[in-house]
């Protein structure tokens, strides 16, 4: 019987942990363990019964508590007050690795609404359940990519996205690194941005949705992390150090990100290439690119590093003409 009782537990662990962005949970769970569906649903049903998941308009959902707050965005309002006063009880308990995450993405977010929203509210929801918890942080101001498009002079708002996968890059240089919004994506489960109808999903191939439309903002952050999560900050951040750890001086650009099915020109590398000159190991992921041009490559891979000697820029998933067209650019000798 304990071996019987250990499997349910597994499977019940398995409906809990998968539920969220499974509707068919059901299906997948017998699959999984090669069981019933009238056997899965047994298990569905205890759980409805414990109160850890409910069922509503045919699909289940894992049972979850909310908390909303709404502050005024004066010079008064703080983070640091925010999170002592109204958020950090939502953590006790949590291991530390998991603290500290959340102590850091709350404030760093927080405060980017803070300083760089122009708008009047800001809202603050958190939503936990047995797994998991996440926080939502919107405002009502100008909109994170819109401000991104004008202080860089960008031709489109799905410009700013690439931006944001750079890191070091920031409306406000004087106040801020443009570290936060870089390694707080990088750090929680899952981590997207919503504003003008425009998606940053730091984390896109684990298609999780949110419903978005329960509140009006102009740019909305959602952060989720496991209440048992074994990350920690240190290890983010010495992923993107190359030789110091904590020197945020390597990087890698997904190249998808550009905003064109066309990369031919060296406007369009330029572009690409804004502010990697910050770094001193710069990596370029070509997966989804098909082909590029060599106007495009040439910028890229013999004109920059000519201009930035102390930049190290190579490429990585480049299929058999991407390469083509890079390394016919290293070897162009003029």
């Known amino acids: 019987m304990p071996g019987v009782r250990k499997r349910g537990e597994e499977i019940r662990e398995f409906i809990l942990a998968n539920i969220t962005d499974n509707k068919n949970i059901a299906a997948l769970t017998s699959q999984q363990y090669a069981i019933s569906l009238p056997a899965v649903y047994k298990h569905i049903d205890r759980l409805v019964l414990e109160n850890q998941i409910i069922k509503k308009d045919g699909n289940f959902f894992l049972q979850s508590k909310q908390y909303k707050y709404v502050y005024d965005n004066n010079k008064t309002l703080s983070e640091d007050v ?3 006063k109204d958020i950090k009880k939502h953590f006790s308990g949590v291991p530390k690795n998991v603290w500290n995450i959340w102590v850091y993405g709350f404030m760093e977010m927080f405060n980017n609404a803070l300083e760089h929203s122009k708008g009047k509210k800001i809202r603050v929801v958190v939503e936990e359940n047995k797994l998991f918890t996440c926080i939502f942080i919107s405002d009502d101001g100008i909109g994170i990519f819109k401000n991104i498009k004008l202080n860089f002079n960008l031709l489109d708002e799905k410009d700013a996205l690439l931006e944001l996968e750079k890191g070091k890059r920031t409306t406000d240089t004087a106040k801020h690194s443009g570290q936060g919004i870089f390694f707080t994506s990088k750090i929680f489960d899952n981590f997207m941005i919503f504003s003008n109808g425009i998606t940053f999903d730091s984390k896109p191939e684990k298609k999780h949705q949110i419903n978005t ?24 951040f010495d992923e993107y150090s190359t030789e110091s750890p904590g020197d945020f001086d390597k990087t890698i650009v997904p190249v998808r990100m550009a905003n064109t099915n066309d990369l031919v020109s060296r406007s369009q590398a330029r572009r690409i290439l804004g502010g990697l000159e910050l770094f001193k190991d710069v990596i ?44 016919r650019a290293i070897n162009t000798k003029l």
């Not at 439309?213 to 999560?229: D, G, H, P, W």
């Open 82 to 84: 925010v999170w002592e």
């Open 213 to 236: 439309n329960a509140v009006k903002f102009s740019t909305l952050v959602y952060m989720r992390l496991e209440k048992n999560s074994f990350k920690k900050i240190r290890d983010v």
């Open 284 to 327: 370029l992921d070509f997966s989804g690119i098909e082909d590029i041009g060599q106007a495009f490559s040439d910028e890229i891979f013999r004109v920059f590093p000519k201009m930035y000697p102390s930049t190290s820029i190579t490429a990585k998933n480049a299929n058999e003409n991407v390469q083509f067209m890079i390394n």
